[in-house]
């Protein structure tokens, strides 16, 4: 089965041609998977503009998807179904994506399937490890979204715990902002962090004690950027690499614990991390010494299939293959994996 896929939700455009055959080692083969990011566009205004989004998905959509059944070396004559991000995502930018493969579906009369982007990063996780078959816990970390996922079948997700207000990557990109550090902020804070001498004294930060497995950072980020203003009034210069280093460090520890608890509750032996989040190094480190300990096999998917992208939306949709959507399918910005 190949499929064409589109991922349109963020600041990504991007475009892929996946074959899903049970015959290959992994499920699937990616044939194209073309990513257009936008952060240029955004870097100025400090974070993502919905509008300026969806402008530039409507912009380049078309040529992408030229080129990606180029790359694939396919027309759409070969395309066997057309798979779209519908949710959850910045409205307008979500709209651009489900309209363009439902006019492209509606033309060539192929299957058109909606796909929950925040499955597609965990089908990316799936990608690369053939043996990660459910049941296993994720870690769900990107700009828009913190959850513990308990994946216990091909299409069977509940969510464990979650943030109950910053997503972890919102707040990186916050706490560099305050740093001066640019955006997006987690390759900043992350390249920041490895500047300084580890000698220095370590900034404290909370740890909010939640009931549960649900997460919490919106103190944290206010403990830190509360620090850096009493710094500036102070009349003294903030070390950035020394703040970043001490902030990173106090994020990879709450998110680990977290995944700690997570398995003690379940007992899941395979762990995934993934989201854009799931590009640091440090985090990446310190659940891998974590699954260790426990016997436990961590996947986290290679860089290129970490942020969004239409590879992973595309495979994800090959396990939802059998619902069957109309062509009143709609976006929604809001939408839980586990529904
Ligand atoms: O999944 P993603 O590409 O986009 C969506 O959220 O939809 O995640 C982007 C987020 C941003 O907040 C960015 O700062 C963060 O991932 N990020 C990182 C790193 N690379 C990207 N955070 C920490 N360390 C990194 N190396």
Known sequence: ????????????????????????????????????????????????????????????????????LHQADCTMADIDAIAVTNAPGLIGALLVGVNFAKTLAYKHDKRLIAVHHLRGHIVAGRMCNPALQPPFLTLLV?????????????????????TRDDAVGEVFDKVARILGLGFPGGPAIEKAAKLTNPDTPPLLLPTPKLEGLDMSFSGIKTA?????????????????????????????????????????????????????????????????????ERECTLTVPPMSLCGDNAAMIAAAAYYEKTSRIGWDLNACATWEIDM
């Open 142 to 162: 990107s700009g828009g979204n913190t959850l513990l996922v308990s994946c216990k079948g091909d299409t069977e997700y509940q969510i464990l715990g979650a």
């Open 1 to 68: 089965m190949i499929i064409l896929g589109f991922e349109s939700s963020c600041d990504e455009t991007s475009v892929a041609v996946v074959r899903a055959d049970t015959t290959l080692a992994s499920g699937f083969e990616i044939l194209s998977n073309i990513v257009a990011t936008q952060i240029d566009l955004h870097a100025q205004y400090g974070g993502v503009v919905p509008e300026i989004a969806s402008r530039n998905h409507m912009a380049v959509i078309a040529n992408l998807t030229s080129e990606a």
């Open 224 to 292: 830190f950027i509360n620090h850096v203003h009493n710094l500036v009034q102070q009349g003294k210069a903030p070390n950035a690499a020394a703040l970043s280093r001490d902030f990173q460090t106090h994020i990879v520890k709450v998110l680990t614990s977290r995944m700690v608890d997570a398995f003690e509750r379940t007992g899941y032996n395979k762990w995934l991390l993934c989201g854009g989040v799931a590009a640091n190094t440090a985090l990446r480190q310190s659940l891998q010494t974590a699954a260790n």
